[in-house]
């Protein structure tokens, strides 16, 4: 006897609903900013996937609107209510892009709103405590010694990554200044406290000058988006947010750093914040004081 019972079609193989050779949030990155026909469109589009990428923490394929509203709040922290307008359409549209062409099972930017304003920055700082915890649980002597810096510098994760030995300057009584090359490719001077200098210079090994402070294991400087991957492993094995980022040390820099007595103007020079009134170019070239030096040292690891 013949089955009548009506044939269901087969499933349809999710690679059919691909579009996009695209095996990378890289080469999905290639794709996007390649319909654009500006060079200057295609150079901005990329710097801001790129940092967005960098901050977001996971693949994007395992990101969710949460992770994302984290990343766009994180690169867009300072930026005029314009600019940061312009930062979330631009990922909006890549979001966009990659659930069209099927690599994305989800668009995460429908629900991202152009005009949201970032969350307060305190509720980005975190304690003195947990600075020590996430110290404590970095996953090698390296990360431990990138937190510290990151914390006790104040600096952007594009700064951190970007150091190499030349920038390391050895200062009378165990410190250390950093040469920094800041936004605008401007260069700020910035002490380290003894503890963190001693961890600094012993990481170096036979490094020549040129060579990353922060390298790669496969060669060159170690990236921000493996910073940033690396900080929210150690954040979650320190029982922290998760959501912490290498801003979020910056953050808690400068709060720490005023609650324990440190000028504004201090604070302000040591961050390279543009605002800030420009002194003299001997004390900016030699300072004699840094908002690093009022953290509480108890936060990084003692050794003899």
Do not use: C
Not at 248 to 257: D, E, G, N, T
């Amino acid at each position: 006897m013949s089955d009548d019972t009506p044939k269901l079609p087969a499933p349809v193989a999710i690679a059919s609903l691909v579009a996009t050779s695209a095996r990378s949030d890289e080469e999905l990155v290639a794709s996007w900013v390649a319909n654009l026909r500006s060079e200057h469109s295609r150079t901005n589009f990329r710097t801001t996937a790129d940092r967005f990428l960098a901050a977001l923490g996971a693949p994007m394929r395992r990101a969710t609107v949460e992770n994302v509203r984290q990343a766009l709040e994180t690169i867009t922290d300072g930026m005029a209510p314009s600019s940061k307008r312009q930062v979330f359409l631009r990922v909006k549209s890549l979001l966009s892009y990659g659930h069209r062409v099927g690599y994305l099972q989800f668009n995460a930017g429908v629900v991202i709103k152009a005009h949201a304003e970032a969350r307060s920055v305190a509720q980005r700082i975190v304690s003195e405590v947990e600075i020590g915890l996430l110290v404590r649980a970095a996953p090698s002597r390296r990360d431990r010694i990138l937190i510290e810096l990151g914390y006790a510098g104040g600096l952007r994760v594009s700064e951190l990554v970007s150091l190499t030995w030349s920038d390391v300057i050895e200062r009378d009584g165990g410190r250390v200044q950093l040469s920094v090359l800041g936004k605008g490719h401007k260069r700020r001077e910035v002490l380290l406290p003894e503890v963190v200098a001693r961890s600094l210079l012993s990481l170096r090994g036979d490094a020549g000058a040129n060579d990353p402070v922060f390298a790669s294991p496969r060669g060159g400087h170690l990236t921000e988006r493996a910073v940033n991957y690396m900080l929210k492993r150690a954040a979650t094995n320190a029982g922290i947010n998760p959501k912490l980022s290498a801003h979020w040390l910056r953050h808690a820099h400068a709060s720490h750093a005023i609650d324990r007595g440190a000028a504004l103007p201090v604070v302000q020079s040591t961050l390279g914040h543009g605002n800030i009134a420009v002194t003299s170019g001997y004390l900016h070239a030699r300072p004699g004081d840094s908002s690093g030096l009022h953290l509480d040292e108890g936060v990084f690891l003692q050794r003899g």
